[in-house]
């Protein structure tokens, strides 16, 4: 799709695995065919930014001869599911299903409708927009929720055929449906929230070190040498993880090493975490800020646990939702949202030289 720094594109790989071998390929794909940025994205999609018209189709030929590409309706599963000791049911062979009934109707479905299937162990997806999520209760009954309805119980056996009667009213519908449109009364309920996906995590056999992109972001560089540092470890295998992480497999520790000093997110606290940022002005047309290099700078001085949203422009693409605090880009400078999103209306404006300023006063009257 088309954004301020040309074409994005958003690669569905299969299972969100790939091999060390295979992210180098990647990586060097994003330097040749687009301007070497590569993002995981919130809820866990690997993307290639600055690819152009002459460039994307052979971006895409190359992506596909590199590593399967999943197509078709998007079921997502949690990271670690089939292989975590703490969740409720594995939620594979439930996504396998709901995957073959929904056949019929993937053709008049839109792009954007999802499928989240979550066993609810050490990561979960509880963070991820869905139009159905099917959650585990025990292991063989789940809570199905479409759109904002309230959660149904169902058997195991039941589910994948109650999940394509509502996936077949929404192709009735249009391509543009989602569920929200079929008007289910009744209020969600809230689902637990899993670990982010930094750290140790125990599984059936092995473990997972995760780690994530700065801002969500690397650059080709840094992936390659990711990509390098792992198959020297003789890491087999990486996993892409919502939070805008990765995990890696049956990692030594001193991987974890590695990873730090490459600069990606290796601890709870550290608190580029709590910064969301698009690329701003260093990439993207509309950017009005440098995003991510006024995120780097911002994180040291922000007392720990402070949330901050740093928008290049209005959109708010990084962080659609509210947030505590919020800064944007605007011709004028840089506007201070205070509870809201990036297109509200600023409640003060600043210059370049007093934007630290200007967010410490605003923490020291919250």
Do not use: Y
């Not at 992109?213 to 990711?226: D, E, I, K, W």
């Amino acid at each position: 799709m088309q954004t301020g720094d040309g074409l994005l594109a958003r690669i569905r790989i299969s299972s969100g695995r790939l091999t060390p071998t295979q992210l180098a390929g990647l990586a060097q794909l994003a330097l040749t065919h687009g301007n070497g940025l590569i993002e995981v994205s919130a809820r866990g999609t690997l993307q290639v930014r600055g690819l152009t018209a002459d460039t994307a189709s052979s971006f895409a030929q190359a992506v596909n001869a590199l590593l399967p590409v999943e197509r078709g309706l998007v079921v997502e599963t949690p990271p670690l599911a089939g292989d975590d000791p703490a969740e409720i049911a594995d939620p594979l062979p439930l996504a396998a299903a709901i995957r073959r009934a929904a056949r019929p109707w993937e053709p008049r479905l839109g792009p954007k409708v999802s499928v989240v299937v979550d066993g609810c162990g050490q990561i979960t997806l509880a963070n991820s927009k869905a139009d159905i999520r099917v959650t585990a209760q025990n292991s063989d009954h789940w809570l199905v929720t479409v759109g904002g309805a309230t959660p149904m119980p169902l058997a195991g056996h039941e589910v994948a055929d109650h999940v394509s009667s509502f996936l077949g009213r929404l192709a009735a519908l249009g391509s543009d449906a989602r569920a929200t449109d079929l008007a289910l009364p009744g209020p969600a309920q809230p689902v637990k929230a899993g670990s982010p996906p930094i750290g140790r995590f125990r599984l059936r056999q092995g473990t997972a070190f995760g780690f994530a992109l700065p801002f969500g972001a690397a650059s080709g560089q840094m992936m390659q040498l990711l990509a390098k540092a792992a198959a020297a470890h003789n890491i087999g295998e990486l996993r892409l993880a919502p939070a805008h992480g990765i995990l890696a497999l049956d990692a030594p520790p001193v991987f974890e090493k590695d990873v730090a000093a490459l600069g990606f997110v290796t601890s709870l606290t550290d608190p580029r975490r709590m910064i969301s940022a698009c690329i701003g002005s260093d990439g993207c047309r509309s950017g009005r800020l440098p995003a991510r290099r006024l995120a780097a700078q911002l994180a040291q001085s922000l007392p720990f646990g402070t949330r901050l949203h740093i928008s290049g422009c209005p959109k708010g693409c990084a962080h659609p939702r509210r947030a505590p605090l919020t800064l944007v880009g605007l011709e004028e400078g840089a506007g201070l949202v205070i509870e809201g999103r990036a297109g509200d209306t600023p409640q003060q404006m600043l210059g370049k030289d007093q934007i630290e300023s200007g967010l410490a006063q605003a923490l020291q009257q919250a």
